[in-house]
């Protein structure tokens, strides 16, 4: 595999999986911002994150249905007075371990949409630039001093 290929392979699963920005991929890989910002571009990385955060998410609802069925068929089995298979028992405990990494994996996710949504210039944040660093005083303010 060509360097070119293998950066391009590189940025793209730092983006897609790792959820790094530009900026990020193009410090890590010594590459120029804008190259990635292509690359991305061309091969549609927005759109294979989303479908790769749908099918995190889809195995996670597996997941978490597969061990919902472990515990009703061991619950309906204790109940009953019935020895419990330990196979399902075995299994049980496995899956238990893995909502803690579902749900690490999760944070991430979450952390960084948070980090998307709070890019931009919100008319709050202009508001406050202008009262702190400007000196300009917010509207309400100002129409609460005239009322008064």
């Known amino acids: 595999m060509n360097s070119k290929r293998h950066l391009y392979n590189e940025a793209e699963r730092l983006y897609v999986i ?3 920005s530009m900026e990020s991929i193009a410090n890590m890989l010594n590459l120029n ?3 990635v ?3 991305k571009e061309e091969g549609d990385w927005h759109k294979r994150q989303q479908d790769y955060l749908k099918s995190k998410q889809s195995f996670h609802e ?3 249905e597969f061990a919902r069925k472990l515990m009703k068929d061991i619950t309906a089995d204790l109940d ?5 298979d330990t196979g399902r028992m075995y299994a049980f405990c496995r899956v238990l371990p893995m909502f803690a990494k579902v749900k690490d994996y999760e944070d991430v996710v979450a952390k ?5 949504d709070r ?3 919100t008319p709050d944040f202009i508001a406050k630039i202008e009262e702190e660093i400007l000196g300009i005083p917010r509207k309400q303010n100002i129409d609460n001093d005239n009322q008064q």
């Open 80 to 84: 009953a007075g019935e020895k419990i």
């Open 119 to 121: 890019k931009g210039l």
């Open 18 to 20: 790792n959820h790094q």
């Open 62 to 64: 597996e997941l978490f």
């Open 33 to 35: 911002r804008k190259t």
């Open 37 to 39: 910002m292509k690359w």
């Open 112 to 116: 960084h949409e948070d980090i998307e």
